[in-house]
């Protein structure tokens, strides 16, 4: 059995490009943090004419996956315009290096994610307000499309892990088809509440499993 | 590429020794013990295996009770755990753990929680050692078991399995020793330790996966998990694995406790040789009373697994106490039990030693590692607050 990992991923592991920071960029922003033990930050430079990501750079400390797709990450994006690399998906990036465990596919969601905080940390000093949407139950799904359940490799509306979601006065109730005695039941609980819990209008994020 | 394995405290290699004795048993003598009464080969096996047991009770200075042939370590904690709280659940519903143990210790206690046991863990100090203290106050009179590891398989701490031992009898409490890690490289006296059960592997000690042995001292505190025939006292119903048996036989008798000494020097060594050449580090095996062969060391700034990944590039076998399956990184249960912080946990890399391993490997490892942290301190975008 070779390594779990494509080529193109130990490439990158081993040797991976645009690694650094940007001196003044125009947009910076950290995803994860060491507590989580997943880091990523990533560093933009903006040509103000074309909305163009001219320079882009990141440091990152995690797994091999972690590196490599924040490394892929900054290549693709590099040279576009911001409309562009906003429209870049997790799944594309997985693509891009030819396939990822599926225990290590959250590594390609937190790359994109530090991308898009670093183009909203543009934005924001460019002075493009975002208004505030109120959190619903569509909101909830399709950030929890973002949520992959390691068992599977599938995110966990798509695959069905999630069984029923509410909200109530700024109370959000999520209750998965898994056991609590689940390997990974805690990991995708604290998932979960990581990418609801910061909303501006939520209070609490509760998940329950039915055993 | 030569490889380095250093990584023996999850598993060794199989002695040679100990493989002819399990090709011997698989080709010449194949026969059960349960044919002892028709043919030759069922009469070697069952001597084979009945010798096999009278050198494990030698070993441990058993006066009473039974040893019986289990698939390993896993099994056997299920057997003990789940067959005394199976038989004792009238007398009470309290069992005592530790928050460092193996997980097939921790799983079950969690396991008889939904059943409506109550478990309770006691709390371990900043080096790993359960605090005594703690564990008088947790008895209750509903406690059935206490069930603590003798060497931590991370860290390499050795409890004070004679100190429990005393706390257990005073109290009139069972008392369950996993001594997956412990056995034979530490004396173990069930006896003088005042050990109710005891849990033995093979393949920690060079010999084969797939067998272990349990200790227990009397058949009437537990009910069998398992029905089938009546191999092993009714307990562990299944056809003997003789070969294995046999060798795990093998790998007790030809241990050799110099070689763990030996281990030990090469330890102290490779600690050394890391303290003088690589910064920010945190040791997290307490030195003094720990396995020989195990050192476990934090590498701040980085992540455990981008660590064992590099340096398995160059032909070195590690592991991390840190396993990145989600955002929120699952940390050592046992390194976060000690009170390590998660930022302290993510860079931790266990090296663990055998008879097999040399200075010049050592040598090598150090070169490597220096190299391997570098480069990903030099990636991170975490570094000291100066």
Redesign the interface.
């Known amino acids: 059995m070779s390594m779990p990992y494509s080529k193109k991923v130990i490439e990158l592991?081993?040797n991976?490009k645009n690694?650094g920071e940007i001196e003044n960029p125009d947009g910076f922003a950290?995803e994860?943090s060491?507590?989580?033990?997943?880091?990523?930050?990533v560093y933009i430079k903006v040509d103000k004419e074309t909305q163009r990501i001219v320079d882009i750079k990141f440091?990152?400390?995690?797994?091999?996956?972690?590196?490599a797709t924040a490394s892929i990450v900054t290549e693709m994006v590099k040279g576009k315009t911001i409309e562009e690399a906003k429209k870049i998906t997790w799944k594309e990036v997985v693509d891009e290096l030819g396939g990822l465990p599926p225990?290590?596919l959250?590594?390609s969601?937190?790359a994109v994610d530090a991308l898009q905080a670093a183009i909203t940390n543009y934005e924001e000093k460019m002075g493009i307000q975002k208004e505030k949407v109120p959190t619903d139950e569509n909101l909830i799904r399709k950030r929890l499309r973002h949520v992959?359940d390691?068992n599977t490799g599938k995110e966990i509306i798509g695959s069905g892990v999630v069984k029923k979601i509410e909200i109530k006065d700024g109370i959000i109730n999520i209750e998965l088809n898994m056991s609590e005695?689940n390997q990974?039941a805690?990991?995708?609980k604290?998932?979960i509440q990581?990418k609801l819990k910061y909303r501006w209008d939520v209070k609490e994020v509760n998940v329950k499993f039915s055993? | 590429m030569k490889r380095i394995y250093l990584d023996n405290a999850t598993t060794t290699r199989v002695d040679d020794e100990v493989l002819k004795e399990i090709n011997y048993y698989y080709t010449e003598i194949y026969g059960v013990p349960s044919s002892i009464f028709s043919h030759r080969e069922g009469l070697l096996a069952k001597e084979k295996v009945e010798s096999t047991r009278e050198l494990i009770s030698k070993k441990i200075n058993k006066k009473e009770g039974e040893i019986i042939f289990t698939s390993g370590g896993t099994e056997g904690n299920n057997i003990i755990i789940k067959g005394v709280s199976n038989k004792l659940k009238e007398k009470g519903n309290h069992l005592i753990t530790s928050p460092i143990e193996h997980l097939s210790v921790l799983n079950v206690m969690k396991f008889l929680e939904k059943k409506g046991f109550q478990i309770s863990y006691v709390r371990v100090d900043k080096n790993g050692f359960v605090d005594l203290d703690e564990l008088k106050k947790l008895i209750k009179k509903d406690t059935i078991l206490i069930s603590i590891q003798h060497v931590n398989q991370e860290t390499g701490v050795i409890q004070n399995i004679e100190e429990i031992g005393k706390i257990a009898k005073e109290k009139e409490v069972l008392f369950h020793v996993d001594s997956s890690l412990g056995f034979p490289f530490l004396d173990v006296d069930v006896e003088k330790m005042n050990i109710d059960f005891l849990t033995i592997t093979a393949h920690k000690f060079h010999g084969p996966k797939g067998v272990g042995a349990i200790y227990i001292r009397d058949l009437n505190k537990l009910k069998p998990i398992m029905h089938g025939g009546y191999n092993e006292f009714n307990l562990r119903p299944g056809t003997e694995n003789v070969p294995l048996i046999a060798g795990l036989g093998k790998a007790i008798e030809i241990f050799n406790k110099e070689d763990y000494k030996r281990i030990n020097e090469l330890r102290l060594y490779l600690l050394e040789k890391i303290k003088n050449e690589i910064s920010d580090i945190r040791i997290n095996t307490p030195i003094e009373k720990s396995h020989s062969g195990i050192l476990n060391i934090t590498f701040y700034f980085v992540e455990g697994e981008s660590i064992v990944l590099r340096m398995d590039m160059v032909g070195v076998s590690l592991i991390t106490g840190s396993a990145c399956y989600s955002k929120s990184l699952e940390a050592s249960h046992v390194l976060l039990a000690m009170g390590l912080s998660h930022e302290d946990a993510h860079g931790s890399i266990r090296f663990s030693l055998s008879k097999y391993n040399t200075k010049e490997e050592i040598d090598y490892v150090v070169e490597e590692l220096k190299k391997t942290i570098k480069f990903l301190r030099d990636l991170s975008p975490l570094k000291r607050e100066n």
């Open positions: 592991f081993l991976p690694v950290t994860g060491p507590a989580c033990g997943d880091m990523v930050s440091k990152s400390f995690g797994c091999a996956s972690n590196i225990i290590k959250h590594c969601i937190l992959i390691p005695l990974f805690n990991s995708i604290e998932e990581e055993d």
